[in-house]
């Protein structure tokens, strides 16, 4: 009798680290997929749209995103825009657009999401422009025209961010009267992360659809597929973590947020099921400053100014006004 339940036990043990080691391998090659760019293939649709034989595939062998490119050239947005090329940190090369507007304007420098690259902003680029606001549309390392074929989901991100406001400060503060940042998820994320890592102190800025935390985002990622999350999500942010040198566990926005001392503009999708309404309020709490929040009824993780663009622009245009009061006033906004 012992010996048939120590053999039982053994089995079960066996069960569970093969179960434990296996798990760790998906995780390991979800994470891959989701932070190295491929060179081909078709891009992987969003987990809430995929049947479910597709769902079971993408949770064996992972997703596949193709490194965002275009084939535009500045000139097809608008006859002031032209081409800048900026050198960011480890000698990586950062594409933008540059849309002047001529002296005494603002300007808003553009950060897009995960898996997009700077056209995806022309819409909200094509607003600023109507009210007479020069954009500088950036491409984070591993999109469009800049180098690499990667992804960090908003760590090194932040770097490039820094890159681009110090490039904006030293060659371009001559001609405009203030800098404002505007980021759509990732790239909101990448702010906030530029403030608090570099300090990076722009006049205002702009957040889209930011998450609370790293580990609850990829959380919202499984909840889509409609699988559990514990432990596969812990898994996940460790191994993406460990492959790209950085503590997952810690890339938190709402930790990020407490270095924000500037007008800070957060916009979120009522309906966002990946960066939920809830962790975005979460992240706005965080923010010291002066602040605003504000809502779009029947959105998810999607871009505000296509469904709501009078109210996007009406948002946007009164906190680049605040922006240009602060040098008009001489008035400066500390942290209490």
């Known amino acids: 009798m012992k010996r048939k339940t120590k053999h039982w036990l053994l089995s079960l043990l066996i069960l569970l680290v093969a179960g434990f080691t296996l798990l760790n391998v998906l995780a390991y090659n979800h994470a891959s997929a989701m932070m190295n760019f491929t060179s081909n293939g078709t891009r992987t649709a969003k987990p809430e749209e995929l049947p479910f034989w597709t769902k079971t595939r993408v949770l064996l062998i992972g997703v596949n995103v193709p490194r965002p490119i275009q084939d535009r050239v500045p000139s097809d947005f608008a006859p002031v825009c032209r081409t800048l090329s900026i050198n960011g940190p480890e000698n990586i090369t950062l594409a933008t657009w540059y849309c002047d507007q001529g002296k005494g304007t603002p300007l808003v420098i553009l950060f897009h999401g995960y898996s997009a690259e700077k056209t995806s902003l022309l ?122 040198d950085f503590g997952g566990f810690s890339h938190n926005p709402v930790d990020y947020a407490t270095s924000v001392d500037c007008f800070a503009l957060f916009m979120h999708g009522v309906d966002d099921p990946r960066a939920t309404i809830a962790e975005g309020r979460r992240v706005f709490a965080a923010v010291p400053g002066p602040k605003a929040f504000k809502e779009f009824q029947a959105v998810g993780h999607e871009a505000y100014a296509s469904k709501y663009p009078h109210e996007w622009q009406t948002a946007v245009a009164e906190i680049i006004k605040k922006a240009e009061n602060k040098h008009v006033q001489g008035a400066v906004y500390r942290r209490p």
């Open 123 to 244: 819409r909200e680029a094509k607003i600023l422009l109507d009210l007479g606001i020069s954009v500088l549309l950036v491409d984070f390392r591993g999109s469009g025209g800049s180098s690499e074929s990667y992804t960090t989901v908003g760590i090194r991100e932040g770097d490039d961010v820094a890159a681009v406001v110090r490039y904006a400060n030293d060659s371009l503060s001559h001609t405009h009267t203030s800098t404002i940042l505007f980021g759509q998820s990732m790239g909101a994320v990448a702010i906030l992360r530029a403030v608090h890592a570099h300090s990076v102190a722009p006049d205002a800025i702009i957040l889209e659809a930011v998450f609370d935390t790293m580990l609850n985002t990829v959380r919202n990622r499984f909840a889509a597929l409609g699988v559990p999350s514990f432990p596969s999500a812990e898994l996940l942010v460790f191994w993406g973590g460990w492959q790209a």
